[in-house]
Nanobody, 123 residues
Framework: QVQLVESGGGLVQAGGSLTLSCTSS????????MGWFRQAPGEEREFVAG????????YYGDSVRGRFTISRDNMQSAVFLHMNSLKPEDTAVYYC????????????????WGQGTQVTVSS
């Protein structure tokens, strides 16, 4: 079972920035597609960003495109979500996800999920 551990959540003012980190126990880490989902209270889980194995292609949800960036460090077995120009509507629990299959625009399914980290954006 792949263990995913998120960190970096917290409280930030609107317009601010925050970076989430996630470390993975999956090996080899480089052969996993990685991503982030989020879920706000009373809302469905929403795809935020993904980076595919093996080509490194990146995908973003419409609501975050241009503001959020996903990156990874295979040496650290970590994936990051750099969030800029944060809005109150970005408030949610953010989940790190992993899967051994490549991502495509039609397939953002992930087998492994972290426990989540809370991000709160104040207005």
């Amino acid at each position: 079972q792949v263990q995913l551990v998120e960190s970096g959540g917290g409280l930030v003012q609107a317009g601010g920035s925050l970076t989430l980190s996630c470390t993975s126990s999956g090996r080899p880490f480089s052969r996993y597609s990685m991503g982030w989902f989020r879920q706000a209270p009373g809302e469905e889980r929403e795809f935020v960003a993904g980076m595919s194995w093996p080509n490194g292609a990146t995908y973003y949800g419409d609501s975050v495109r241009g503001r959020f960036t996903i990156s990874r460090d295979n040496m650290q077995s970590a994936v990051f979500l750099h969030m800029n120009s944060l809005k109150p509507e970005d408030t949610a629990v953010y989940y790190c996800v992993a899967d051994r299959n490549p991502l495509t625009p039609m397939n953002f399914a992930f087998d492994h999920w972290g426990q989540g980290t809370q991000v709160t954006v104040s207005s």
